[in-house]
């Protein structure tokens, strides 16, 4: 970590400062330049507080050499992690898998039929949400359990590793035949949540948050790892800006940027990122022209809604197209 | 709840859509015109997905005449409310509540000494960090259930009641002796531990989230009231935006906006929207003109730091400026 | 148009807005519910202040139904424009093209040897900036008329068609000679420079600018084919968001939805999108994938800075690995 | 200026890099660490392009130590600029003025009564849109010289200098007439216009973009002033951000931010800033609570249509009950 100290800083204050910086246990190298002075910082400097220091009247400017995640960090960690997601599924290091299932399991005969049918198409793990962050609380909340059996049973039937959301610290335990728990956008910085998840072996799915930077998400996957599990996929769901066309700005360049930061997976949502189902084809060829690990796609199924084109959802037959040309943008650049 | 159909949707299209909508219990009333075709909705309309709707091929826009938040929504409630804070310390309706107390709570002889200081100056309610929210899983997380039981003292010392943050559904029972539970910002959609607060009769203080609209905050309380729980203060406090020169940005206009949308009282805090200690006294100011219900200022005590100016926290000397000057300008305001 | 009237609004303030749009030569449809009155306005709408409406006190909501912008409506235009941009160079409805160049104009040898090695690796227009708009009045500002000389020069050597940029009204008669005159993302609400452009024949290349929505950009189309100049072709570059790690967010999803929205064909400009050399590659990749029409990238050439890995500008064998990728995915997807 | 290495930086490689920036005409000073290697540059680096140098492989940060803006720096003018505004009009110093007006003109007698008025409640400048930039070209654009000559017969009967904004570098000779020339939030970075108002003497009243940060405000004026043109002033009229339930997001914190960054004075629009009437008196009074050197404000006036509460613009009985509070809060903190 490197201080630079104003101009006309006093000699007293640069002492102080110093006197300080050694309390904490760290080594000072002053430099005393003809414009500035710097203070380079030795030791473990992840206990500064760098808001404080940047505070200071005699500062400059504070900057960390070192990114403040190790864990998650791709320099100590050159080779991609692949990451098990039951029954032999696997995601990262060249191994691309599609998700894809409803919004939220509904019954039994909704969930196996489109576990089914999404298996056919091409997709590895089946998704669904048992319980249901919503914004208000007249929204249908999920099924809970019960909606965790129903996923079950169409793992049962098809064979798919299942992903599903967990929204409270206390329900880690029900959690535990769910093979890839999902932490969601309003829980990113949910931190009792993710320790408690670092403390567990469960492969994680965790998305960002609709307004935190990718260095947040890499700070937040710090807290799963820092616990000792290191079975965490990220994904890139869509931030909140001023454009209100789509319900959110998917930030395809975040896949790049992680790939480049962290050795964990990345995945896309184009359904969430956008919220139109319109979007989701072209989006999700995106993903995949930009090096995604994989796609997570919501699929519904019902024939009697058929007015419908599904908000964000896809129909199975749409999600089949979207798996072929997936398929041919990844056999292209292999 | 009015839908519009687009131009060139059949006749079968439209009956098929009012049938559906007939199935979940509601009226349909048809206004064919010229150019477009208007469905009227009469009847509980909170149950239907309104974006479910807005998806449909044949919807050219819809439009919900009533707002979905009803416990805290003006209209019904056209009284300010007031909220007992504890101790005989009153905010809303005209009963306006300086907090002030340092970010995280660090022993008694500190929080003692601070609650004296800032209540000498003119703050009602103490606030103090006990579980701190930290982007960095290295970064220091607070005393926890001693920090509390230090503000308990200082309340007993000063008499003033206490404001501080809960992280967890699970400590709701460790905060049964806390006056004001405060959630924060990254917590202003954990719906979890929203609803578990609305069955408590617990006085809430709920900041908007970083990236959240005032209508989501709006029915973030709706969970907490929906519980039961009437006694909600809402908090300003920065919502992120491009520029970075402050840590976040300000929404002054939220005070107005949130007068006339609810009853319930509305603070702010200069402290955290801007990150820079600076901005407090000057940001206060224009809270308390907009017509804020409350202010909460970060003040810090440390004369073995004296080199440091605070971050975003005010010495107490300054923390005295700014009471001064709130007071005036109410005082010009009467 | 539609405007839905408050409850409580009384019969005279009823007339009274009826009488004011009927000044306005527009006919009204008025239909009276059990909880609100709809007013229906039937005639040339555009001429009615949507915001003047909106504000006023007896109206609940407004609703434009068919989009201000006429000329770039898909819905009047359902086949793809095919924009001629000189030497038998075409955009649009199939026709793909790799835009490519310098940052600036430097030298005659520069921008030649440039135009050269892109043309080489499937470049089919030349970019460069003559007329430079920079942040500081301290940097530099191109070379001007001389900029674009060297690029006709360019011209004449490769036979490639030349697109630079346009900052002022008065520069008009100096662009006759160049084939896409680019309007930056600066001036896209510079509405005197579009409705000059909109008075000539001259291909457009119009990005949207750094804050501005997809409805606003096509609404600034409008100004240039309101004036007769059907020749825009419009281009994402990155819209400004609270994410730092990029120079801004590519909204790749804008392409989807302007091809939605209009026939006008969409390029991408990942270098200025992102800033990031490393980053050009894979959101060049997203951009084919997601149907762009053209794709705008900076290429230098400069061994003497051989330390450098050029900012946001690719060398000559990046630009080669990117322009086969590129046309991998194309293929795949046809 | 300073740039550090990245560890593994080769010798060879700091070499070329120091030797790059020698040719620039810059001293070197090298200064290796345990971890890192800093090198500080001596000179005149305003010539150096941050971008390049940042996105080189060997670089780990850079930093500017000093500001790139000189003009406009508080540090070098440390007293607080008072500007001329005509007829005897100051601002800034501790020169308040309120600046009121329609947002168009639109008649003699329009503006003439208004201007009567807004004068009679303590305006000292009049404003009134003669040339208006309109997101649509069907809306109405403005009478342009003709407005101006209107504004000046107001002028003539009640004493009050004129502020109207100015869209194309041709019509500077048809503003010589006016008093302040008001250039808009889309033409911040209309950087010819800048330059040449810069060669005039004219008060130029410069408002910030709408997605534009500080430190790019003041760029901008460093445009106007390293013309020679010292007479500016500042406009904060609202930011681009997520939140849609006020047309922008009044940025409060800009007021004091550019108090400390520029000796120039800072006024306040809350009519655009919030494009809600009931929301302008709140917004003026914040305002002026946060330190602005002015508050310029929509008034209008039209009898014809009471319905009508006005879109962002205030009645004048509204605006007289600004310019009270206004008062008040700006008497309580003198």
Not at 30 to 55: A, R
Not at 156 to 169: D, L, S, W
Request: glycine share 8%.
């Amino acid at each position: 970590m490197i201080a630079i100290l104003k101009a006309g800083t006093s000699e007293e204050q640069k002492n102080n400062l110093c006197n300080w910086f050694e309390k904490m246990g760290l080594k000072t190298h002053v430099s005393v330049g003809d414009y500035q002075t710097i203070i380079g910082l030795i030791g473990d400097t992840s206990k500064v507080d760098i808001g404080l220091l940047e505070s200071m009247s005699i500062i400059e400017t504070v900057k960390r050499i070192s990114e403040p995640y190790k864990n998650a960090n791709r320099k100590f960690h050159t080779e991609d992690a692949v990451i098990d997601c039951g029954n032999g599924v696997k995601i990262g290091g060249g191994n691309f898998a599609l998700i894809a299932g409803p919004c939220s399991v509904e019954s039994r005969e909704q969930i196996v039929e489109i576990a089914k049918s999404v298996k056919a198409s091409g997709a590895a793990l089946l998704r669904g949400g048992a319980y249901k962050p919503r914004t208000s609380p007249y929204d249908f909340q999920g099924l809970h359990e019960q909606g965790i059996d129903l996923l079950l049973e169409a793992k049962k039937v098809t064979g798919m590793p299942i992903v599903t959301e967990i929204m409270n610290v206390n329900d880690i335990d029900v959690f535990e035949p769910v093979d890839v728990v999902q932490v969601g956008a309003r829980n990113m910085q949910n931190f009792d949540l993710l320790k408690a998840l670092g403390r567990t072996k469960k492969t994680v799915l965790l998305k960002r948050g609709l307004a935190n930077t990718i260095k947040e998400l890499l700070m937040s996957v710090e807290y799963i790892m820092a616990g000792g599990n290191e079975n965490v996929i990220l994904c890139e769901r869509g931030i909140r800006t001023f454009e209100t066309y789509t319900r959110n700005t998917l930030d395809i360049s975040a896949v790049p940027v992680l790939h480049e930061l962290t050795h964990l997976p990345v995945i896309v949502d184009p359904s969430h990122a956008t919220g139109i189902s319109r979007m989701v084809e072209p989006m999700a060829m995106a993903a995949a022209a930009a090096g995604a690990d994989g796609i997570m796609i919501e699929v519904h199924n019902d024939p009697e809604h058929a007015l419908c084109d599904g908000a964000q959802s896809l129909r199975p037959e749409q999600f089949e197209s979207v798996c072929k040309k997936v398929n041919k943008i990844r056999e292209a650049l292999k």
